[in-house]
Structures are given as structure tokens and as C-alpha cells.
């Protein structure tokens, strides 16, 4: 955006020292985000935006008019031609790499747990199958599944090992946000990591309600599950973890 101003965040950032246009790196990577968990950047020389998430690979393609331009290298909008302001590139563009390896989750579930009281909705009283999800020495409580009976019929996904794909776009922030007023901790909500299965309507993310997707209840560490996933990227760019699913639901249906 012109100005300076990223909107994932708000913030008019200013520096003097972008990333040096004859790095011998050939790839620069997406190292800062706003507080919903992405960069807004610009697509080619349109005003229209293209979201990344951290880690993103990048190749320099050259500075212009006071914008430097990137090719996105992975993850979903791989092959576009972005770019920012070079006053932000300094500040959220960088060398760090995403480790090169999918990390490894292993969710394993639990009880059945009718009428959950949820304090972060209000006292709301939830339907959850609950399960415990582990990654790189994190250990969380998830539900499972918490509508049922609806006419969607959303279940609670079946044992096996599945692959979580980078994330595409931010999702809603009506849908997760307001969980801020409950945990001042908690950021990065409107990454919600697609699981490859089905649709791939079925996600790893924050909050409370769960339509048969992987749901960390544990507002204040989500950040630390998120940067556990988004840190990691498949030899192919397009995924981001492994999760293994054990056990047995004890409401299946």
C-alpha cells in the first residue's frame, strides 16, 4: 500500500536499512506478520491484495518507484508477482528459513464431554468430543467435534494420518477475534490450517466451536501451536504438517 502501511496490521513502518537488493541469498522469506497472522501485499502492479502467511518463500525480482517486487515461491499463491513498500520490506521480509521438514501432530482422543461451559462465549453451554493434541513439545486440549445433528452432519474426523496444507487466506475474523477480549494472548486467529481430507473444509485452528475440525481450546497457546506449524514447509512447499489421529471418539455421530 502506498504510504508504508501494511493492513494486516495498521502500523506505518519506517527503516533504514531494507534488505540489501545484491543479497547472495537468492530467497527471502516472509519473517514478521500483522496480528491476524499475515502480510498483505500487492499483487503485480494492481491495487489488488495477496495475503502470506509467515515463512513464505520469496525471490527478489527488483525495486521500483519505491516498491520492491516478489515472486511467491510456495504455499498457495505460488508463481505471483508481489510486491511492498521498500520502507516495510525491512521489517517483514528476511532470511530465515521455515524448517524443511512437515512438522509431526499427534492428536489422540478423549472423553465425550456434553454441556462444556465455554467462559470465552459467554458461559455457553458446548457439546464436545475432546482430544489432546501434541506438537514439538506442546500439549494441548482440542475438541473434535462440537455441532451435531445439524443438517450439515459434521462428525468428528476418523483415526488415520492426514496432511495440513499451508494455509490460503485469511478466514473471518467475526468467527475468532472476539476471543481476544477473553485471552489478551491470544493472536494469529485467522490462520486456520486446511486438513487434506474430503473437502478440506476440515481445519487446525483456534477457538471453540468445532465443525469437525482439529479446534485448540487453549486460547493462550495457540500462538505457540500456529508458529509449531507455520515454522515447518514439505519439500514441496505445500503443506506444513503430518497429523496423526489415535483412538476412538466416544461420540462418533
Known amino acids: ?29 516472509v519473517n514478521k506478520v500483522g496480528t491476524d497472522g499475515w502480510l498483505q501485499t500487492r499483487k503485480g502492479e494492481s491495487t489488488a491484495r495477496v495475503p502470506l502467511v509467515k515463512y513464505t518463500k520469496l525471490q527478489r525480482i527488483e525495486s521500483k518507484n519505491g516498491r520492491t517486487y516478489f515472486k511467491i ?3 498457495p499463491s505460488r508463481g505471483q508477482v508481489v ?27 478423549g472423553k465425550y464431554v456434553p ?12 457439546d464436545q468430543q475432546m482430544a489432546t493434541l501434541e506438537v514439538d513439545g506442546l500439549s494441548v486440549q482440542v475438541t473434535m467435534n462440537t455441532n451435531w445433528g445439524t443438517p450439515e ?11 495440513v496444507l499451508v494455509p490460503d487466506a485469511p478466514h473471518n475474523a467475526d ?9 489478551k494472548n491470544l493472536e494469529f486467529d485467522q490462520v486456520w490450517f486446511p486438513i487434506q481430507h474430503g473437502d478440506n473444509s476440515r481445519y487446525v485452528h483456534v477457538g471453540n466451536v468445532s465443525d469437525g475440525c482439529t479446534t485448540v481450546l487453549d486460547l493462550d ?25 489415535k483412538g476412538k471418539p466416544e461420540r462418533a455421530e
Do not use: C
Not at 504510504?3 to 540489501?20: E, I, K, W
Not at 454441556?115 to 455457553?124: L, M, P
Not at 452432519?153 to 496432511?163: L, M, R
Open 83 to 109: 510486491s511492498l513498500t521498500d520502507t516495510n520490506v525491512g521489517t517483514y521480509i528476511g532470511t530465515k528459513p521455515p524448517v524443511q521438514t512437515p512438522a509431526n501432530i499427534v492428536v489422540t482422543y
Open 175 to 183: 468467527m475468532t477475534q472476539f476471543y481476544r477480549k477473553y485471552s
Open 153 to 163: 452432519h459434521y462428525t468428528p474426523i476418523p483415526p488415520g494420518t492426514y496432511t
Open 221 to 245: 497457546h495457540w500462538r505457540d501451536v500456529e508458529e509449531a506449524l507455520i515454522s515447518h514447509r514439505s519439500p514441496d512447499g505445500t503443506s506444513v504438517a503430518q497429523l496423526h489421529v
Open 73 to 75: 515461491m510456495d504455499g
Open 1 to 29: 500500500m502506498a504510504g508504508g502501511r501494511v493492513p494486516a496490521s495498521g502500523q506505518v513502518t519506517f527503516t533504514r536499512n531494507p534488505v540489501a537488493q545484491h543479497d547472495p541469498n537468492p530467497f527471502l522469506y
Open 115 to 126: 454441556g462444556w461451559i465455554s467462559e470465552a462465549r459467554g458461559g455457553q453451554k458446548l
